[in-house]
């Protein structure tokens, strides 16, 4: 809100020296450029804060600032692919999925605002200014740390399975209902009695296909069959409002004229 916008051709050597000014009056300067771009040009993050030592500067790039891929041009779908992030991403017997929207570049502006606040914070009580430095990469695979420390402590490898966990059951399974589909989770073996007693189906949690997580994912297709028809000629919504008065944990699918029209509580 209220920006003020330039746009220079740092090519031409007078807005090349526009475009320093302004980084040098400036609190914060972000760069999203192969790495030595604007060290050619002079606006590199030691170029300018060896001048300005209050400066905080940001910078992204694809693959990092060292090291052979750094010279690769990379986007969203580079890192979501090279960080392992797609192979766990779609049904175990198709190929692997993208996420469907640019998911490790929403992750990298948060990050990257996260650094810039902390070095704003820093710099108020030290007056020194920072470098913040992170690659596309790098938050992709950080993003993966649940299925880091699973492959890391069973040394299993995580595997595509579509909805639902592999380690865990019901959670983030799908119910098709008699006019939509929800996500259901209630994999805690308190939860899943809890479940059972709001469905009015409270025998289901002494089953012994049933009565524990372990025993859940072994039989997960009949786990998830017996859900099914005991939920599906319930209406999505309604099912919903059951679950969470219920203490389960379950939300509908919507799409996005849904959600627009002020569904689930979003304006």
């Known amino acids: ?76 779908i580079a890192a979501q692919a090279e960080s392992g992030m797609m192979s766990l991403n779609g049904e175990a ?10 998911v490790v570049d929403t992750l990298a502006a948060h990050t990257l605002t996260t650094g810039v606040l902390a070095a704003l914070g820093r710099r108020g009580v030290t007056g020194r200014g920072a470098l913040v430095d992170l690659s596309l990469i790098d938050v992709a695979v950080s993003a993966l740390a649940n299925a880091w420390t699973e492959y890391r402590q069973f040394g299993r490898m995580p595997l595509r399975r579509g909805n639902g966990q592999p380690t865990s059951a019901p959670a983030a399974d799908l119910i098709h209902t008699r006019d939509g589909t ?12 809890r479940l059972c007693r709001t469905i009015g189906q409270p025998e289901l949690a002494q089953d012994p296909r049933f009565a524990t997580n372990h025993a859940r994912v072994s039989h997960r297709a009949e786990l998830m069959d017996t859900l099914a028809k005991a939920l599906s000629h319930f209406d999505a919504d309604a099912l919903v409002d059951m679950l969470a008065e219920g203490g389960i944990v379950a939300g509908t699918i919507r799409d996005m004229s849904q959600v627009r ?3 689930a509580g979003v304006s």
């Open 1 to 76: 809100r209220g920006k003020r916008s330039v746009v220079l051709d740092l090519r031409r050597p007078e807005q090349q020296a526009s475009a320093r000014r302004l980084a040098l009056g400036a609190d914060v300067v972000l760069a999203n450029t192969r790495p030595g771009a604007l060290e050619k040009l002079g606006l590199g993050a030691d170029q300018l804060t060896a001048e300005a030592p209050r400066l905080i500067y940001g910078r992204v790039s694809a693959f990092g600032q060292t090291g052979p891929a750094s010279i690769r041009a990379g986007f969203d």
């Open 93 to 102: 017997d198709r190929d692997p999925v993208r996420v469907g929207f640019t």
């Open 182 to 193: 929800i996500v259901l989770s209630a994999y805690m073996d308190e939860h899943f009695v």
């Open 261 to 263: 029209a002020g569904h």
